[in-house]
């Protein structure tokens, strides 16, 4: 978090202020979390491995004494380091020596060399056509673009503050304390012990600097700048410099695409299996830790170590499991109540007046649902189908579809609170986009064209207003006529965005509108127009004349939607879950099958890490675009169609448990490690997800009032049944409303293309006169055959009311909801405002020392003056 306030910004105020604060430390109070020492340094994350484990994470040679075998003898063996067992491995670049392009590829390692990152060369122990190409960037190129790149690192521990509790809340709490301790311990956290902290979390951060080196807290050179920094670093490096002469000749990623270089990827922190228990031995590594404590389908119960997980893959890995975490958790009440509304649905079944006349309507005959070929049928036939539709709709659906409108939005609001939190405890408060790196592609596109930047005062690369609009202009037209992905990839990089998060964003919003339109287009249709316009029978509505639309089930069309949405959250998710696993599983499996019937099975145990981790997958191109893009999917049936599905939250949870520790096995054991990226939020996920929350209070409410029939009943239940004008809807009332909701229609008055080949003689033994169809029309024999009836007008009103009220209802709760729950929490508010307070009394103190001794230095010297201060 940045902790200076309004005020002098140059160096050497910066660096007194620092001197100010160390030295002004011991005379304020200060409370340290877990009680510890006031003037203690932050920890150094390795430090905390347990030792005789740290072979690829520190230099100190006590720790890796093992039979008198030196750190880079140990450090030579683990394929973490260059052959001398110094250098730490911090990037590698993989090509083929038979690939053409070997020009560009030179120039590039030139260039490399000219920036002062060091370069070693290996062949592949199984094809020796395949090089590695192993980067190391020294202290010097580390501090330099650290620097540039505005990295921040720790200089000074957290101010934690113990907020004033009154005597009776103490007393509570005591309570509470020895009340806790009969109870078993909460099995769902990890435990300490074996997931230590590795985190800087309680250390203040401020941009690296050369010239204020001294103020940082730096034990060991070679492990201040983390695994994750020092890849970030070399990446950022080689995505700006040239292969070739020219404005567009730049960057590791158009050699990638134009295959000079293969592969490109950080290295694993070695294995993340070991013989050892990670009890009793300790972890190897970070990776190792990760498997045994998130990865391994044993801890499925437990929370994720979140810290470890931003400390090894980044922020904006460590972001969206944070986010996958926190909407699973908040899931359990929605399943709940989902699963209250099922069972409602099953205890009241056998109540149901409505399936009961379904069921005993052996004497109606409903007219065929096609041409020609489809049969008469009887209604008692839909009896299995009436009772299904209970389950789902019931008098408790109105109220769960309020309920999940609201779980939404506070979902979103609680989201905030947690991200805040995050933000605070992963120092990413005051991390601006002014802060993040220029894509090189529009560093290029741009270059002649520049402006001065308001923040950092530095001139940089400007696109023109007019040319950002005409862009944006052509990609979102091609929004609405094509649905490709390689479309949408066009699309944004003919808007030439500014960033890399930018360009994920417009990347992220026109493939989710593709996705959403295909995924969904087949349940809004089932949901709003199946049955819909097809007209009665005798005057069916046609297309082009001649195919005669689709009709609903006799029981209705909800069954329809019902069953759509279990094959989407129980068949989908499934296979979603096994493709998503198995392929890589798959993949890499068929890698070791073919090097062991090449090379032998021994040949594998010496590999180095560089050929282990080429040999496993590559993370999406697309980054985590597959895997927000999965759950947002799936949050969208999950509130959209929700009145129509309970059951969805329920199966979303279940999935949800097992998706984010195949997530975690995967990017643990099943992944090349991708590159850390900052990243202070979920981008415009969060967007998506807030108009998803919108989206389904309107869909909802005409699934309510349209699709389901809700509002068909009660109309009746209050009009036209046994209990018109008593003000009661209970199952009593419902009597006769299955003949009530059903037509007549003269079989004799079928158009020739429609009439059945069947006349219904199977049924009573003489042919039909009659046969019945869901409306509300006149009979053959009445003033208007087939004409609306006034019970169609006063459902049809009393449809378009529901809506109006449901909606404005809902959306009142949403907003007050969202008004009441602030987006930082008090406890976070009150502990930012008390460290800057401190922070400025430390700072005045400070000063006040500085002047004092200035006066004292002037007065030593002869060269007081009257009129000085103090």
Partial sequence: MQILPDGPKSDADFSEILNAIQEMAKDVNILFDELEAVNSPCKDDDSLLHPGNLTSTSDDASRLEAGGETVPERNKSNGLYFRDGKCRIDYILVYRKSSPQTEKREVFERNIRAEGLQMEKESSLINSDIIFVKLHAPWEVLGRYAEQMNVRMPFRRKIYYLPRRYKFMSRIDKQISSFRRWLPKKPMRLDKETLPDLEENDCYTAPFSQQRIHHFIIHNKETFFNNATRSRIVHHILQRIKYEEGKNKIGLNRLLTNGSYEAAFPLHEGSYRSKNSIRTHGAENHRHLLYECWASWGVWYKYQP???????????????????????????????????????????????????????????????????????????????????????????????????????????????????????????????????????????????????????????????????????????????????????????????????????????????????????????????????????????????????????????????????????????????????????????WWTRRKVRQEHGPERKISFPQWEKDYNLQPMNAYGLFDEYLEMILQFGFTTIFVAAFPLAPLLALLNNIIEIRLDAYKFVTQWRRPLASRAKDIGIWYGILEGIGILSVITNAFVIAITSDFIPRLVYAYKYGPCAGQGEAGQKCMVGYVNASLSVFRISDFENRSEPESDGSEFSGTPLKYCRYRDYREPPHSVVPYGYTLQFWHVLAARLAFIIVFEHLVFCIKHLISYLIPDLPKDLRDRMRREKYLIQEMMYEAELERLQKERKERKKNGKAHHNEWP
Avoid at 312 to 339: D, H, R, S, V
Avoid at 518 to 542: D, E, Q, V
Avoid at 553 to 566: E, K, T
Wanted: glycine residues 6%.
């Fill in 306 to 588: 979140l810290d470890l997980v931003r400390r090894y893959f980044g922020e904006k890995i460590g972001l969206y499991f944070a986010w996958l975490g926190w909407y699973t958790g908040m899931l359990f009440p929605a399943a709940f109540i989902g699963l209250f509304v099922f069972l409602y649905g099953v205890t009241t079944l056998d109540h149901c007046q409505v399936s009961k006349e379904v069921c005993q309507a052996t004497d109606i005959i409903m007219c065929p649902v096609c041409d020609k070929y489809c049969p008469f049928m009887r209604l008692s036939d839909s009896c299995v189908y009436a009772k299904v539709t209970h389950l789902f709709d019931n008098g408790a659906t109105v109220f769960f579809a309020v309920f999940m409108a609201v779980w939404a939005t506070v979902f979103l609001e609680f989201w905030k609170r947690r991200r805040a939190v995050i933000a605070y405890d992963w120092d990413l408060i005051d991390w601006e986009e002014e802060e993040e790196e220029i894509r090189p592609q529009f560093e290029a596109k741009y270059s002649k064209k520049e402006r001065m930047n308001p923040i950092s005062g530095k001139p940089e690369p400007y696109q023109a207003f007019a040319d950002k609009c005409s862009r944006l202009i052509v990609s979102a037209s091609g929004i609405f006529f094509m649905l490709y992905e390689k479309v949408a990839l066009l699309l944004t990089n003919l808007e030439q965005p500014r960033t890399e998060s930018e360009w994920e964003n417009s990347f992220t919003l026109k493939m989710f509108l593709f996705q959403f339109v295909n995924l969904n287009s087949s349940t809004f249709y089932i949901a709003f127009f199946l049955g819909r316009f097809t007209g009665h029978p005798g005057a069916y509505l046609r297309l082009i004349n001649r195919w005669r639309l689709e009709e609903c089930h006799p029981s209705g069309c909800l069954i329809d939607l019902c069953m759509q949405m279990g094959i989407i959250m129980v068949l989908k998710q499934t296979w979603n879950n096994f493709m998503e696993l198995g392929y890589p599983l798959i993949q890499n």
